[in-house]
């Protein structure tokens, strides 16, 4: 079995109400464990966010993850570094992990890609959103057609300030005359990290078919059971890693 | 000095006068010309069509040439192997080499891609196109802003099948729904290759200021005046060189 | 299942047996095809050589072909242009190709990079090699330790003329003072490509267990069975495909 | 001109006697200060160590560095968290980097790449290094051989644990059976990184022909007078920049 754990931040206002809930009742990690467990029969599924032990990234819910996604919009700066250190140092370690739209501002994906990955052009007025398959022989791209579609997206536009990444898989369009490195995969570590753009909380991406493909797709690409580790770790290199 | 040899098919069909007349009364190699040598004190130019001598490649042109300027349109596959796997030769023998618009379905960048790079999707219609800078610290990106437009082009648009390019410098947007990978750069033996997409032969993109600045900086970064060669060439293998 | 090629050129010199037969009694292709089958039960081989119709290549073969490995050495330039355009045509479409040492300098190989991949330092002399892993997160490199060593290879060394590779997974080390990149990918069109070091015929790499190991990861990671096909080609720009 | 800073960390052990002493005697920055004045005249030299205010980067110091150089062994950690994110602000926004030789393992060298960078195998017995030219058509091997050697260089050997290179200009060779990617770039934000090897602090290494002009080529190639900047950055996202 692939082990996911969703990560939301589910950020909750002083009303009390994560402003995901009108689309997503049981918050955006909940429709994406729907969606995952439908789609593919080998995957089972914890959901954490902030509210939980250590914001949700105790030790023994990153042991045993295989493949983590990661969402978050609010709370990038309220998470302790030693608690980023510690995720990042799981990612590297050979655990998957699959960052969500506004999860590129997060200080998790700052710290993994070294550049501003919060810098990039945006404004809210759910237009609709192309994307493009760019690598037609990549893996999170099987099973899908030359673009597709969403009705309404937050646009997102270039400059988007990452590292080149190892593959790029799509580039959105939008309306308003935006491009963007929608969805960007990289080899970090013994780790595998994809990056991809749609699933703004209000809007309803991630019930779209095209867009699960994609998650799901990911999920089994990000997968690395056997990854192994590194034998020549010593004492010394040992005591000063991150 | 520089040397640059701008190649522009120049084709004459029946009544003899190539479509671009209207638009570049000396040709699209004429304009690229003017242009050039006005930036760039340092660059001499020559020029060549299919008309000239070999089809304008023979082997005195190459070996004066630093860096070559390609466009072509409807006489691709008219050039004959053996003239087009010359070219390949100088190119990856350290000419630099830049190859404009059309030019993306020539024999010459096919064979030195490896891909069906004349595949893309593309319409006539002179709507307009916006270039995205997408790798900030590139050279050929230097002294732009985050994007220019051009009023009227053809609409170039994914999949262009291309190897994953070593930088992706632009991207380009189109109103009518279309992202493309418009300035790519590739190391090729002891080469470089730089693609650029706005040059539609009826239309005015070579008098645009950014475009001439995009294709002036690819000048300097194709230059490679001590790039040396091959000192492990011995007979044997020279004897099975394409 | 997936459906395998084993393409050895099986090259029978004037006394009719083939130099590698001392090694490998079946051939090259009859030592691969053996731990293929054993270690991945959802593979089925095929085998071809020089010797059948079309040189093994006739359309029904690759038809029925999802990956090809390919070995040669002395037939390189007797294989006709328009069958390795063939083969080329299958491997950008999304059939797998795995070529295997010194089928670097085939036809095939330097059209599908676009380079002389013939380029290379190379001695006879069976003195040992040890290929580092590079890349920790690459799937080819699964379940290997960071080196392996093989007591009698060909020595190949840099400079090897090849393109950037998309991931460069193997690096080798010589005794004698070489270094060469062993084993690289690239994706092309919809297909992907991955280049191996070892395997001189008169050699017993093939036998290795890390060899079958990164052998059996290839064709697994080259294995697209749902890669889709171009929706945007239009009968234009089939007409002018290579 | 070209402002090059060369930070040391030129650290003192309870004699006050840095190792490097008796090899450098005006320590590795001056040894590397006189090569880059001597070989390139439009270059002007400053230089710091982690004697100098707020550790030899002061934001006058920086603001007025177009490329640093960054040698670094002992005091790796000792440099605040503040002080590292500034410099590698600088970077992010154009200040070219070159790290040498230990500087892998530092917190900015480690910040910039997201993994842990100072991973890698190591033995110092002074075994002569082997350095393979990888990428010919590169500007920072321009000049060079197939490859060089040094006498006497520590050993330093996969895995390197980086994000993919950019380009990988350089390969070593050592003896005792490593092999090094030893020669590595990256663009980072709108600068340029550079990573190389050679440079133990009680070796000759930047005494060597070879390795000067590497490191005056890696100047020139990080240098980037008009890179310009972030256009699109507004007063929210420059609130959450690191």
Known sequence: MIRVTIWNEFYKPNDGKPAELSV?????????????TENDS????????MHDKEFGFDNETLENTD???????IVQDAIPDEIVERVQRYALSGMG???LHSGHASKLFR??????????????DALPCRIWKIDYAHPIAEGLDDYFELAHEETYGEHFDIPQPDDLVFVSWFPSG???????????????????????ETLESYYDK??????????????????????YVT????AIVM
Request: aromatic residues 14%; hydrophobic residues 35%.
């Open 24 to 36: 997503y009742p049981n918050g955006i990690h909940g429709a994406i464990a729907d969606f995952l």
């Open 42 to 49: 080998e995957i089972t599924v914890t959901t954490r966010t």
């Open 67 to 73: 493949v983590l996604l990661y969402w978050s919009h």
């Open 97 to 99: 992990l699959i960052v």
């Open 111 to 124: 710290r993994l890609m070294g550049t501003n990955t919060n810098r990039l052009r945006w404004h809210e």
């Open 178 to 200: 935006e491009v963007f490195r929608s969805g960007c995969t990289w080899h970090r570590g013994l780790g595998r990290v994809f990056y991809f753009q749609p699933g703004h």
């Open 210 to 231: 095209n867009v699960q493909k994609v998650i799901c797709n990911a999920v089994r690409w990000a997968y690395r059971p056997n990854v192994g580790s590194y034998s």
């Open 235 to 238: 004492d010394e290199t040992k």
